[in-house]
């Protein structure tokens, strides 16, 4: 189990400027939808900007904090 806002801590580590928005989508906080927006998705295609948020996710992830993620990103203008 993890909290929304250690999610968006692990994100804004690697993109300071980032908006995050989190839902946990079973009530089991280990399942949620992941929205991002960051400049830092400039010039990079989708799966790559889903690629470094996955990176900003990975040892949540791999402990078994983090199960599923729906993710969207959005370039921040």
């Given at each position: 189990m993890?909290?929304?806002?250690?999610?968006?801590?692990?994100i804004r580590e690697t993109m300071p400027d980032a908006e995050v928005t989190v839902?946990?989508?079973?009530?089991?906080?280990d399942h949620f939808n992941i929205g991002v927006t960051s400049t830092a998705f400039a010039?990079?295609?989708?799966i790559q900007q889903h690629q470094m948020v996955y990176r900003a996710l990975k040892a949540a992830h791999s402990d078994?904090?983090?199960?599923?993620?729906?993710?969207?990103?959005t370039v921040a203008e």
């Amino acid at each position: 189990m993890i909290a929304n806002d250690a999610i968006v801590a692990l994100i804004r580590e690697t993109m300071p400027d980032a908006e995050v928005t989190v839902f946990d989508r079973t009530g089991t906080m280990d399942h949620f939808n992941i929205g991002v927006t960051s400049t830092a998705f400039a010039g990079k295609t989708l799966i790559q900007q889903h690629q470094m948020v996955y990176r900003a996710l990975k040892a949540a992830h791999s402990d078994g904090r983090i199960h599923a993620i729906e993710l969207t990103t959005t370039v921040a203008e």
